[in-house]
């Protein structure tokens, strides 16, 4: 069973659709006991650094899934937000704290000559091959405005040309995470939840 985790930062009714057509068995979720049952997580979302930290901790999922991700070594999705939030920091609208699963810090994409936010479908350069098997073209949906900066390479999964080089998604152990929508990203993006819940 898959726990997606809902704590009020929107994306999770498209994300268990996209399960529901994989043949995944999930739950939307912000309940404890439900959480510490799963097999796995996930963590999407849209919007705001800060709201998004604000909304898991006055629940006090912030605790509960750093203990099943980090200690228990549960496997772990994060999407869009659920990227970003895993960084030690984030500066939307100002600085302040993340998850800390991640050594880094999310930035605003600045000083390009391209539209911000970066919104629509870009090819993606993979670096760790794992999830990303099997995807025949690598192109992905992205809508966001900030990008995550992390402190070492060697958790780059892969990475997007935006006018500058952004990640797009990380690989730490039992935590994958993507700054693109796989739920949104056609086949290429089923392939990628496939190869995470089913094939891995």
């Known amino acids: 069973m898959v726990a997606i985790i809902d704590y009020g930062m929107g994306n999770v009714a498209s994300v268990q659709k996209a399960l529901n057509f994989l043949k995944i068995e999930s739950v939307i979720t912000n309940d404890r006991e439900q959480i510490e049952k799963a ?23 912030d605790v509960l899934l750093t203990n099943e991700v980090v200690n228990k070594k549960k496997r772990f999705l994060g999407i869009c937000l659920g990227m970003q939030l895993l960084a030690e920091k984030g500066t939307e609208p100002h600085e302040n704290v993340g998850l800390g699963w991640i050594k880094g810090k999310v930035e605003r994409i600045e000083n390009i000559p391209l539209r911000v936010p970066h919104m629509g479908w870009n090819t993606v350069d993979v670096k760790i091959n794992t999830f990303y098997k099997d995807v025949d073209h690598k192109d992905f949906y992205f809508i966001h405005s900030y990008h995550f900066v992390p402190d070492s390479k060697s958790v780059i999964a892969a990475t997007t040309n935006y006018s500058i080089e ?32 089913i094939n891995a």
Do not use: Y
Not at 175 to 192: D, N, R
């Open 166 to 197: 952004i990640v797009a998604s990380l690989q730490q152990e039992n935590i994958f995470a993507t700054q693109f929508h796989p739920e949104k990203s056609q086949e290429a993006g089923l392939t990628v939840l496939r190869n995470f819940f």
């Open 39 to 61: 097999d796995q997580l996930i963590l999407p979302g849209v919007g705001s650094f800060l709201q998004g930290m604000k909304n898991l901790q006055s629940k006090g999922l």
